[in-house]
C-alpha cells in the first residue's frame, strides 16, 4: 500500500524560504495507480486548501493563485519524491502541510485518497 511521508517543514521568518519532500513508499511509489501528488495546508481554524499539484505520468502543474510566482512543485521519480520550493513565504502561509496521491493533478482533495500525516510550516519574525 502506497504511504507517503512530508519532511522539511519549520520555523522561517517571513521573506525566507523552505522545501518540503513529500517521499512515497509501498506499493509500486510513483509506478502505482496515482497519476498526481497535490500538496495541501490547514491552518487552525481554517478549511484545508489546496496548494499545487504535478502529474506524475508528465509535466502538468498547477499552484493556487496565492502561492503564485512564490511555490515551485517538481519531482524525482527515480527518488519516488515530490518537492514544494517555497520562497517569500508569508504569515498567512503558516499551517500544517500535507502531501497526497490522487488520480489526476487538479488542487481538489475529492480526487486525493492517499495522504501523509503532515509537516508544520509556521512563518513569523
Known amino acids: 500500500q502506497l504511504q507517503l511521508v512530508e519532511s522539511g517543514g519549520g520555523l522561517v521568518q517571513p521573506g525566507g524560504s523552505l522545501r518540503l519532500s513529500c517521499a512515497a513508499s509501498g506499493a509500486s511509489g510513483f509506478t502505482g495507480d496515482y497519476n498526481a501528488i497535490g500538496w495541501f495546508r490547514q491552518a487552525p481554524g481554517k478549511e484545508r486548501e489546496g496548494v499545487s499539484c504535478?502529474?506524475?505520468?508528465?509535466?502538468?502543474?498547477n499552484y493556487a493563485d496565492s502561492v503564485k510566482g512564490r511555490f515551485t512543485i517538481s519531482k524525482d521519480n527515480t527518488k519516488n519524491t515530490v518537492y514544494l520550493q517555497m520562497n517569500n513565504l508569508k504569515p498567512e502561509d503558516t499551517a500544517v502541510y500535507y502531501c497526497?496521491?490522487?488520480?489526476?493533478?487538479?488542487?481538489?482533495?475529492?480526487?486525493?485518497?492517499?495522504w501523509g500525516q503532515g509537516t508544520q510550516v509556521t512563518v513569523s519574525s
Open positions: 497526497a496521491a490522487g488520480v489526476i493533478p487538479v488542487i481538489s482533495s475529492i480526487y486525493y485518497d492517499v
Open positions: 504535478i502529474s506524475l505520468s508528465g509535466d502538468a502543474t
